[in-house]
């Protein structure tokens, strides 16, 4: 089999495979393959990455002795990370090496014959944390959303209401991500299907890269017509433009912004570790009675595993009824 090194495995897989994900992800995907050619040496033979190699790199991308380049840090400026993210730099190269299992080159050999690192463990979040928003904490900071004002520059300045407030009903109502609903055109919506009409989730926005046409509630139909009134508008034209450039989509970081604004408003606590994905685990916490693979269908999540583990949670109400209602197991007959 030929010799490879790992300058000849990253590039090969961001060229090959980064494409076929988001651009938030092909950014992390270059990062990362600086980061490691950087930590590891770029001549290395990737069978040659030994589990003291590994493990050197998470003790010194813990303590903040390298950054996410893998730079090294003065001693004065370091900053400990956090070991969900040391994780996902850890699974990111095991997934690149998993990968090169797969591709065949043009002589027909695989880019690697088996992956080196295999078994290395990575660092794990022991308690991570979770925060879900409650009925309670939309409402709050649904009854402030208008006093958020944005300035938009189409054509002249101007000052008007952002969209926060429909940004709150869509995430609240359809439990997907922030950065999909912001990239929404008037295209995906379907109001002609079903009850209340429908929503097309196209792949390229969408984490795992699944499309999907989801049916909407009558909450949910009640915001886009609101929108529909507001802005009119077809095609691939943006449902939340951006203030700067109607055609583009608004940011996730300008929506970021605009809840903080309206959580300070309404005199709300944040919450430490989440902001608009606490409503995402609300939207999949209060549909635990329904079956999991509809709700994972529904809200856009590729496992059941992630929406298991990272989304839903317990609840007072919930693990009162698991206590006081259960189904007398009695003898057959």
Known sequence: MTATTLAAVLPAYVTHRSPRKSDRER??????????????????????VRLAAWEGFIDARSSGAIDARGREVPEVARRPVGPRTVEADCHWLRWVFNWATRWRLESGE????????????????RNPRRPTATQNRYEAAR????????????????????????????VNGTGRRLSAVCRLTYDDLRLGQGPHGAIRWPAATDKTGHESTVPVSAAVRGTIDRILLRRPGAGASPLFPSPGDPAQPMSRHLADKWLRRAE?????????????HAYRRKWATERKHHPDVDVAAAGGWKTLRTLKTAYQQADADTMLRVVTEPMELKDAG
């Open 27 to 48: 950014r992390a995907d270059r990062r990362r393959a600086e980061m490691w050619s950087r930590v590891l040496g770029e001549d290395i033979d990737p069978y040659r």
């Open 110 to 125: 695989f880019l690697m014959r088996e992956n080196p690192v295999r078994g290395y463990a990575a660092p794990r979040e």
């Open 143 to 170: 009854a402030v959303s208008g006093l958020v004002e944005m300035e938009t520059r189409w054509g002249r300045r101007m000052r008007r209401r952002s969209h926060l407030s429909e940004l709150l009903d869509m």
């Open 264 to 276: 300070k408003l309404a005199g709300l606590e944040p919450q430490r570790g989440s902001l608009w």
